[in-house]
């Protein structure tokens, strides 16, 4: 069973849409993460949800919204996309939701987004 | 702010042993990851390092020393699957933050 999954794959669109980007987690665990991978392969972390509440937003606009319906769900919705954001996106997770520890992240296998 | 560096590239021969290095600066430290990433794939996770010292995996080993502000991942016996980026993370705060920090990435490689 794949522990953590995203849906789709791949997805080309044009400026200006509207897309969503779903993540789910079998692992039981209590945090959620969203990331983007540019071009450039740097990772950056866009958001996080603990228990259904978001505890960081690393500067990304305001056109990037998460949702969590419960815990095991991460969805990433994108208003007016712009080229820019073409990039891969990757959601985690991580076990506990206090100190960090060993607190080991879990990737999904990505989703990549090219926006013409 | 938060600094991690990496060499971008390295090349190493079937077999071999090679050393990995990252450097970070962080505003307070928690740990310190390294993720192995294919082409086109996700990053996952080979190691995890939060006191000072060497930690052994099998073929993989991960040093880590706080005072410098250092750590190296090492790969013996090198196969040519292991050509792939390495990627040094860092878990900068100690509270509710679950706030990870990637390096660039070292891109891995191994040729017969």
């Known amino acids: 069973d794949t522990a953590v999954s995203q849906t789709p794959k791949y997805l080309v669109t044009q400026m200006g849409n509207d897309k969503s980007i779903k993540c789910e987690q079998n692992?039981?665990?209590?945090?959620m993460y969203w990331y983007k991978q540019d071009s450039k392969k740097f990772l950056k972390i866009m958001f996080s949800y603990n228990n259904k509440e978001l505890i960081i937003n690393e500067t990304v606009p305001n056109r990037f919204s998460p949702k969590s319906p419960d815990k095991a769900h991460l969805n990433l919705h994108i208003n007016s996309l712009e080229l820019g954001d073409s990039a891969v996106y990757f959601c985690a997770s991580s076990g506990t939701s206090g100190r960090a520890g060993s607190d080991t992240q879990y990737f999904g296998p990505g989703t990549r987004l090219t926006v013409l | 702010g938060q600094n991690i560096d990496q060499p971008t590239e390295m090349t190493a021969t079937e077999g071999a042993i090679v050393q990995i290095n990252c450097t970070y600066q962080?505003?307070?430290?928690?740990?310190l990851f390294w993720y192995q990433q294919h082409a086109g794939e996700a990053p996952t996770f080979l190691s995890y390092n939060v006191l000072d010292g060497l930690e052994e995996k099998g073929r993989f080993s991960s040093f880590l020393s706080r005072s410098k502000g250092y750590s190296y991942l090492l790969l013996k016996e090198l196969q040519m699957k292991d050509s792939a980026s390495y990627l040094c993370a860092v878990f900068p705060r100690d509270n509710y933050g679950q706030n990870f920090v990637f390096g660039p990435g070292t891109r891995l490689s191994v040729l017969p």
């Open positions: 962080t505003s307070g430290f928690n740990g």
């Open positions: 692992l039981g665990h209590d945090t």
